[in-house]
């Protein structure tokens, strides 16, 4: 009874710090985005979820995520203080990574996953986007939808020491524990999928290709933190075309790209104020796009290569477009097409090798021979 009374208390708090949020928007007073608080999930001795051959795992990916897009909003932002829960690979608690964000009056709270199913499932992929409530389906049960996700994740709980007493029985496998959840009255609901609807629009066809859409679900982290929050899961780990792209550098560096696009939009609806200037990253990536529309050298040389062309197309694109899947490209002009090549090497048997490898990824791709900036098709 006493955490049912504390819960409703809270709610009406929330209530009202809600409408005066609403009230001060309306009356452009200044209110300003100044604190964020980027949350890479896991760490220590908590792994996250792990690939198969236990070489990849969550908590190195989100980290690295984290703080590539910490340093693209501080490069872009001077006015806005940007505090990791982690930094290094430490262990920190659900409990402790809100409080970092409540005791610095964060303004907006991203928490960055990776999903993954269990068994020998591979075909789920996407990232999704998840505010804090309970699965939305008004058809379905608490426990249908995304709970699988939400138990996992909120069960890092059952790492630590005394978890009972620090969260006041809340059991993560316990539907019942849930229903607290629900009484808790969420003022930021509004704001925080206001972000989460930037953010799908800006990962959208990017580095993972597939959104699994917006949804809200209750998780521990985002219930405790008294701010807009958002939980990211990037991608899947289970999925193979997904975690080449999450253990990729371009692909990593790629969905912070998108979750610092989405920022900049919404900082410039929260308060008015757009990037002073872009982060080295966006500026280098910016240069490196406008040079990869230029096809692949066009002098001359007699040097006899080999590589693996994956794809053709009528349309001009990037060569770190994420369809290449972190690979390094190189496009070549044939007629009113475009070549897309890979795996480049001087020496045929290991062009050869790289095929193995690349078939994974690209079922359809063959070896090619390159000769004075012409391709051809190579046995």
């Not at 949350?39 to 989100?62: A, L, Q, R, W, Y």
């Not at 199913?117 to 995304?146: C, F, M, W």
């Not at 949804?215 to 289970?238: H, I």
């Not at 371009?250 to 912070?256: D, F, V």
């Amino acid at each position: 009874m006493n955490i049912l009374r504390n819960f409703l208390a809270a709610s009406a708090a929330l209530a009202l710090i809600g409408a005066g949020f609403h009230a001060s928007a309306q009356k452009q007073s200044p209110i300003k985005l100044k604190t964020v608080v980027i949350d890479p999930g896991h760490g220590g001795k908590d792994f996250g979820c792990t690939s198969k051959d236990g070489k990849v795992n969550e908590k190195s990916i989100v980290l690295d995520v984290g703080k590539r897009l910490k340093k693209k909003i501080e490069e872009g932002y001077d006015d806005v203080k940007v505090i990791m829960t982690r930094d290094k690979d430490y262990f920190v608690t659900l409990q402790g990574r809100a409080d970092i964000a409540n005791k610095n009056n964060a303004n907006l709270f991203i928490s960055i996953h990776v999903n993954s199913v269990e068994g020998k499932k591979t075909g789920p992929n996407g990232y999704s986007i998840h505010t804090l409530g309970q699965y939305t389906s008004k058809k379905r049960d608490l426990y249908a939808g995304n709970m699988d996700v939400v138990r996992r994740e909120n069960s890092v709980i059952m790492l630590e020491d005394d978890y009972t007493t620090t969260y006041q029985g809340f059991d993560p496998n316990d539907p019942e524990s849930y229903i607290f959840m629900n009484l808790m009255q969420n003022a930021y609901l509004e704001q925080s999928l206001k972000f989460a609807q930037y953010v799908d629009r800006e990962m959208k066809n990017g580095a993972i290709r597939e959104s699994r859409g917006i949804s809200q679900d209750p998780f521990y982290v985002l219930w405790k933190t008294a701010m807009p929050a958002v939980l990211v899961e990037c991608g899947f780990m289970s999925n193979p075309t997904d975690r080449a792209a999450l253990n990729s550098e371009k692909g990593r560096e790629k969905i912070a790209s998108e979750i610092y696009g989405a920022f900049v939009k919404y900082k410039k609806e929260y308060d008015g104020t757009a990037p002073a200037k872009a982060s080295s990253e966006t500026r280098q990536g910016n240069m490196e796009e406008s040079q990869e529309e230029t096809p692949a050298e066009q002098s001359a040389t007699d040097e006899i290569s080999y590589g693996i062309q994956v794809l053709a197309s009528s349309k001009s694109m990037s060569t770190s477009d994420p369809v290449f899947k972190g690979y390094e490209c190189k496009k070549f002009v044939s007629g009113k097409l475009y070549k897309y090549v890979v795996g480049i090497s001087n020496d045929k048997d290991e062009a050869k090798k790289n095929l193995k490898e690349i078939k994974k990824y690209f079922p359809d791709c063959f070896l090619i021979r390159i000769e004075n900036n012409f391709i051809t098709p190579e046995k």
